[in-house]
């Protein structure tokens, strides 16, 4: 496993724009970090086992969609002998960069398994947008979804190093300086 620097680990509801702050933020410090996703792991036993493709599993699109709840359940399964073997996963495969941005921690398990494993390098951030902005996205409530521990797990979670608000890109440009602030190696 490669050793970087600094972890940022976001968090927030669906469609509150963890992947796409952890993108802008990528992209403005060209090179110097990669995204990592806790949920890449998961997603890559679902796309060989049935026969998808990765890719489409790991974008915004309906395929995330239509096998969420079933890749929740298994996943549950593993984290209940293991709870931190997908961080650990996810962390395996990531390249040798100064950053990596964690796009999806959902659970208090996730930031205690970070917190162990790379301790004073980690800074958190809760992402806060309004429920009519997410459901302009494309949100709706989904039972058995977003009333599990993986969409709350973290909702009364009270230590973030930052908490931001995405409901508009009015706001992108002050949220990016906030976000280079708090990973200021
Ligand atoms: N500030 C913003 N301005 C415009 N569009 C945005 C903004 N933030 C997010 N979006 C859009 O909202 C949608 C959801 O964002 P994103 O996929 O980043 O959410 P997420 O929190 O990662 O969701 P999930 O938990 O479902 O994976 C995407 O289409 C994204 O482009």
């Given at each position: ?91 395996t ?33 809760r ?19 977003d ?24 706001t ?14």
């Amino acid at each position: 496993m490669s050793c970087p620097n600094r972890v940022l680990l976001i968090s927030g509801k669906r469609k509150s724009g963890k992947d796409y702050i952890a993108e802008k933020l990528c992209t403005l410090l060209d090179g110097k970090c990669c995204i990592l996703r806790i949920s890449e792991p998961i997603k890559s036993y679902y796309a060989t086992t049935h026969n998808l493709s990765l890719e489409a599993l790991m974008s915004d699109g309906p395929l995330k969609e239509k096998y969420r709840k079933s890749m929740t359940e298994w996943s549950e399964e593993q984290r209940f002998k293991d709870p931190g073997c997908f961080c650990e996963a996810a962390c395996t495969k990531a390249e040798a960069k100064e950053l990596w941005i964690v796009s999806d921690v959902r659970r208090k398990t996730d930031m205690e398994w970070f917190k162990k494993t790379y301790g004073e390098k980690i800074r958190s951030v809760r992402i806060e947008t309004d429920l009519e902005t997410r459901k302009d996205r494309g949100w709706n409530f989904v039972e058995g979804i977003d009333d599990t521990i993986g969409e709350c797990g973290l909702d009364d979670y009270d230590s973030w190093d930052l908490m931001i608000n995405n409901n508009s890109d009015d706001t992108l440009k002050e949220n990016l300086q906030s976000l280079v602030k708090l990973i200021a190696i």
